[in-house]
């Protein structure tokens, strides 16, 4: 067996998903916050879209990295939200999801030993793709005190000679951690003053609730955009978990290795699926679907914070974005696994520990659910917290 892929750890969230989803299966009603998925369905402009493409025959192969019309589709949408300007061209691919785009973005600009700076708390999945590209990740830690954001004083500190990239992820998963755009400029400037690409996963960029706009770091200077990796998808703003849609922007010569790893593994993303986005992108509907759902996800977070703010013994850092919250529970004196896995047992509430996400006196609930499923996991969850307080 290769020692690398012996080494991957099982993702966490899917595992506490699965031990929730055997738990229901029993008839246990579970109160989930473990998945990042939206519980809106995909909206039916985008699904009528595929159904049209499959009954016109539209389920052969495309360009490896994404049918032209899609990728300009996805161009036009960087110019317009985002105020980066990629050609379609020779600077975009479609992928079979944010994740593989990620994944991609990693095998063509990393080395085997070179390093990529990770800001902790993170993602869990970017340190198992970061070694399976053959480097590693090099974690940075912030804190609830500076909102879990990167310093450019940080980044400088961290930097070693077989440094090659720096990840950034805002709105984060699993803090909600969102940074302004003089903080992603004094940051972009101290990446390309020493040289390091910028791997920017702007996922969450729909849901921010600090009244700010959102910014791309990508945006901020000609020189910040030659050395960035802009990464985006469907999955979250359309609902579109399953469908597999993730894309991203680089200089061309990313873009062409990104494409080259893709045709191999992938061939191409899903034809139907490329279909769904493009009408997510480009019809009007899809975007007035969209907004109820985003205004759910901003009631959601001030509830859930508040209930979280009043629970004795659990401190909480106010989410800026995303659809996560990341409770410090460390004064209960369990492991963050222990917690999780008691939470899930006792009182059937689904969590996940933070250990994974690289800060084991935290946890992570998803707010991706009805107000009702908060309003009751969250009294379970105080009643659990309060028998441990004993």
Not at 151 to 177: C, F, I, K
Not at 192 to 221: C, H, K, N, Q
Not at 335 to 349: D, M, N, Q, T, W
Request: net charge positive; charged share 20%.
């Amino acid at each position: 067996m290769n020692s690398t892929v012996e080494s991957i750890r099982p993702s966490a969230t899917l595992a506490i998903a699965a031990k929730a989803k055997e738990l229901a299966a029993k008839g246990v009603r579970i109160c989930s916050f473990a998945a990042g998925e939206p519980d809106f369905d995909t909206p039916q402009v985008i699904k009528d879209a595929a159904c049209r493409a499959i009954a016109a025959g539209q389920t052969k192969y495309t360009a490896a990295k994404g049918m032209p019309a899609l990728c300009e589709a996805v161009a036009a949408k960087f110019r317009r939200v985002n105020g980066i300007s990629y050609d379609p061209a020779t600077e975009i691919i479609v992928s079979s999801g944010g994740k593989q785009s990620l994944f991609f973005a990693f095998q063509a600009l990393l080395d085997r030993g070179e390093e990529a700076i990770v800001p902790s708390p993170f993602w869990l999945s970017y340190p198992e793709m970061i070694r399976l590209a053959g480097g590693r990740a090099r974690f940075v830690r912030t804190s609830a005190r500076s909102g879990y954001k990167l310093t450019p004083e940080q980044l400088r500190r961290a930097v070693r000679p077989r440094t090659r990239a720096v990840v950034l992820n805002y709105p984060s998963n699993p803090t909600g951690a969102v940074y302004t755009a003089a903080e992603l400029r004094a940051l972009g400037e101290t990446a390309v003053e020493l040289g390091l690409w910028i791997v920017a996963d702007e996922m969450y960029e729909r849901m921010v609730y600090t009244g700010e706009p959102f910014a791309s770091i990508a945006s901020l200077s000609p020189a910040i955009r030659a050395r960035t990796v802009t990464v985006n998808g469907c999955s979250k703003a359309y609902s579109m978990t399953g469908w597999r849609i993730g894309y991203a922007g680089a200089p061309a010569e990313v873009v062409r290795a990104m494409t080259a790893c893709q045709s191999h593994c992938a061939s191409n993303p899903c034809t139907p699926a490329q279909f769904a986005a493009l009408a997510a992108l480009t019809d009007p509907a899809a975007e007035e679907a969209v907004q109820p759902m985003l205004r759910a996800f901003a009631e959601r977070s001030e509830r859930i914070y508040a209930l979280l703010r009043a629970v004795k013994g659990v401190r909480v850092a106010k989410p800026a974005g995303a659809f996560y919250i990341f409770p410090n529970v460390k004064a209960f004196g369990l492991g963050s696994i222990e917690f999780c896995h008691r939470l899930l047992e006792e009182r059937h509430v689904a969590a996940v520990p933070g250990a994974p996400f690289g800060d084991d006196g935290c946890i992570r609930f998803s707010y991706a659910c009805s107000m009702e499923n908060i309003e009751e996991g969250m009294a379970r969850f105080r009643e659990f917290c309060d028998s441990l307080r004993g």
